[in-house]
């Protein structure tokens, strides 16, 4: 069964980016001469995914606006020759873009389900905007082809993998590894799922990297896995959320709850992939994304 949706949770408020932020969305941030969320668009139009959800708080409108048509643009564009630059924009003609909100920053599994009303496919692509992939094949192609090759009976949820430097297992969600799949080629059947642990505690040095399938039934999940924000790293704002009856709601949660339940796969991605959440993982990108076109 082909997948015709993706949500792009990209509701964040991009603080480590102030105050280029304050104004500009951090997905907006150049490389080349497109915006990082361009590039994220395309890996799912380039995988047939042509219904696309942003996941957006207010203030983000530019995200959604950078995709719609523009006739008056496109027309002069056409009226000038410029038919490289026209043929750029029409490229997202026949998307469909839809858009919702996320009011309040309760964490990636509120974002997503924030979008479980438009969800009408058995399976969802997830796209975190942080990470983008080089290759041959983007990372959200490597999932779907994977998941295509898989029995109608191991198809649950899949998510990209890489092996991770010891320093960076603390800030990633950690799986731990059933086995290898007897047929597909560096997919792993997965048993347990750890967010951000201590480096002594790591099941593995496989880390979840921005590329998810999940199904349907994920979103019936999300709702019942809220907890508590973590009080350890800033005791004071953590305890006022709590005070107030705030949660978090984290979908690698909503995937452990399902183990057992739902195959869970992780597939080791070929390719590079490329960290834009911080300034210097972008500055990075840049300057590799700009040698490769």
Sequence with gaps: MAITQAILPVAGLGTRFLPWTKSVPKEMLPIGNQPIIARIVDECIDAGIMDICFVISHGKEMIPQFFYEHPELEAELEKRGKLEQLKHLQKYDDANFHVVYQEEQLGDGHAILQAADWVNSDTVAILFGDDLFTGERSGLQQLIDAYDLLPEDERGAMVALE???????????????????ATIKNLKTIKGLVEKPKLKDAPSSLGIVGRYLIPRSTFDVLPTVAVGYDT???QGAAETLLAAGYQEIRLIDALKSQLGSVPIHGLECKGTRLDTGTPE??????????VLG
């Design 163 to 181: 092996d991770l430097p010891e320093e960076a297992i603390c800030h990633k969600g950690i799986v731990d590894i059933e086995c290898d799949h």
């Design 281 to 290: 993982g972008y500055v990075h990108a840049v300057q590799v994304l700009g």
């Design 232 to 234: 350890s790293h800033s």
